[in-house]
Every structure is written in structure tokens, then in C-alpha cells.
């Protein structure tokens, strides 16, 4: 089992960044494969970025490639997303997740969730 922090959220102004970070605790958090997802008021939750434990290549939501990087350091049980031109569109709650099924775009593939962190893009 391993449970997760979101934290770095904020308020930023559009075109700036912000990191967020995924703290997991337990062992084996290196052995999990964590996605990000953001869900905005009146929306349905979003996929947003996954990596796999292991490293290799992650993949991303369309609306945030090229502007968001997704990252981990498992020497401190931690993922990041960077998160760079902002958009008054990307405004959400952002949660991180894992899962030892391989990393995907699919909510429904992951066990854990975090509690999310809120990121509001003012225009």
C-alpha cells in the first residue's frame, strides 16, 4: 500500500509555472508507476501526465504536451510536474495516483490517489 501528498499548488498568473509535487510514502513507492490527473468544477476528471517506475518515456495529455513535465526522483519517494505556460484553463484540482499495472491514461488503472492540490490560472 502507499499513500500519496500532493503539494505545490497555488495561484499564478497566466503564461507562468508552478511544480507540483507527489510524496509517497512506503518502500515501494519506486515500484509504482503514478499518473497526474486534474479535475476542474463541472468536469470530468482529466488525465494529465504518467511515468513509469522504471523511467522510459511518459506520456501526456494533449492539452498539456510540450508545457507540462512530468519527473520523479525515487531517491526521495517524490514526482513532480512541471508546469509551465499556464492557462487560465489549466485552473483545477491536480491529484496525483499510482498503480503497479503499468502507467495509462485510464483513471479506473490506478489503486492509490493523493488528496489533490488546487492550481488556479488567473487571466
Known amino acids: 500500500q502507499v499513500q500519496l501528498v500532493e503539494s505545490g499548488g497555488g495561484l499564478v498568473q497566466a503564461g507562468g509555472s508552478l511544480r507540483l509535487s507527489c510524496a509517497g510514502s512506503?518502500?515501494?513507492?519506486?515500484?509504482?508507476?503514478i499518473g497526474w490527473f486534474r479535475q476542474a468544477p463541472g468536469k470530468e476528471r482529466e488525465f494529465v501526465a504518467a511515468?513509469?517506475?522504471?523511467?522510459?518515456?511518459?506520456i501526456y495529455g494533449d492539452s498539456v504536451k510540450g508545457r507540462f513535465t512530468i519527473s520523479r526522483d525515487n531517491a526521495v519517494n517524490t514526482v513532480y510536474l512541471q508546469m509551465t505556460s499556464l492557462k487560465p484553463e489549466d485552473t483545477a484540482v491536480y491529484y496525483c495516483?499510482?498503480?503497479?499495472?503499468?502507467?495509462?491514461?485510464?483513471?479506473?488503472?490506478?489503486?492509490?490517489w493523493g488528496q489533490g492540490t488546487q492550481v488556479t490560472v488567473s487571466s
Open positions: 495516483a499510482a498503480t503497479r499495472g503499468g502507467m495509462s491514461s485510464n483513471q479506473s488503472g490506478y489503486e492509490y
Open positions: 511515468r513509469n517506475y522504471w523511467g522510459g518515456s511518459p
Open positions: 512506503g518502500r515501494t513507492f519506486s515500484t509504482y508507476d
